[in-house]
């Protein structure tokens, strides 16, 4: 459980400061030419370092409690914002940062190590479908759809990343987990992630959608890890895990449209026209 726990931690310390180098790097150059920063191509490589970080942890941790570590990477991305980009921090913000802390502390004691179970029969064409329902709805609303409804399936593509990796680690390991049907929803749905929600902050406040994102995938995978993937709660913790639940997502809520994080999430546009070549943001794979 330790080391599930490390690696979930250190993924969301890896995506925060992701986020802040590509911030740091698209007031460099903006559009495609932010691409050959090396800040940009050394963030790409910690994301991916962090997101096979959050498949170790996927492994022995129910989702609920991995989400919610990922979501907390907004924590590193506001102090690291104060720090780099000098940024302001609201008092409120401190606040949120150790009821972060504090409510991931509770989630951790209250779920306990919980290797991924068996799915139940019928679960790989469901999410097989549900990816493709999704990459369909992102293609429809790419060229037109508002930010919120952007943002929103950005989060479902997320969450259905994280489903799909919890449920693919029953099968054994990491090659296990890649050889077999569900690795198809876990691309496909991780790539309506990124592009939905890359095009939500090209048309909406990245605190605003920061808070939408946060939201959605600590709150999907956490329903349907319990519902039907056999996560649980410790006897007699049933509720301060929610509560820590609720107080962890209101928390990033706060911090996602924190005057640092919108910094950090929203880079200067210097040239007319030009949109940013990437911005991310709390835990994704």
């Known amino acids: 459980m330790v080391l599930a726990l490390l690696a979930a931690t250190v993924a969301a310390v890896g995506y925060g400061v992701s986020t802040v180098m590509q911030a740091v790097a698209t007031r460099r150059a903006q559009g495609l030419t932010a691409l050959r920063q090396p800040l940009v191509v050394g963030a790409l490589v910690i994301d991916g370092a962090a997101w096979l970080l959050s498949l170790v942890a ?22 690291l914002a104060r720090t780099v980009l ?10 949120a940062i150790v009821a972060v802390v504090g409510a991931l502390v509770v989630l951790a004691a209250g779920s306990g190590e919980q290797p991924a179970v068996t799915p139940p029969s019928g679960f790989t064409t469901g999410m097989l479908v549900a990816s493709g329902v999704l990459v369909a709805a992102t293609v429809a609303a790419y ?13 479902l593509g997320y969450s259905g990343a994280a489903i799909a990796a919890r449920g693919a680690h ?34 909406g406040s990245a605190g605003s959608m920061a808070a939408v994102l946060s939201v959605t995938e600590v709150v999907v995978p956490g329903a349907v890890g319990v519902a ?22 209101a928390a990033c809520v706060v911090l996602a449209t924190s ?18 070549a990437g911005s991310q943001t709390t835990g994704a794979p």
């Open 170 to 203: 029953a099968s054994g390991g990491l090659l296990d987990t890649v050889l077999q049907p569900l690795a198809i929803a876990i691309v496909a749905c991780g790539a309506v992630g990124v592009l939905a929600y890359l095009r939500a902050l090209e048309r």
């Open 86 to 95: 000098g940024a302001p921090t609201r008092g409120r913000d401190v606040g």
């Open 228 to 249: 039907v993937l056999g996560d649980t709660v410790r006897a007699g913790w049933a509720v301060p895990v929610v509560a820590a639940l609720v107080l962890a997502i």
């Open 58 to 79: 996927l492994d022995r941790l129910p989702l609920f409690v991995v989400q919610a570590l990922l979501a907390s990477s907004v924590v590193v991305v506001v102090l």
């Open 143 to 155: 060229a037109r759809g508002g930010a919120l409804l952007l943002a929103t399936l950005g989060g």
């Open 259 to 276: 005057p640092a994080s919108v910094a950090a999430e929203a880079p200067a546009q210097d040239t007319p026209g030009e949109r940013p």
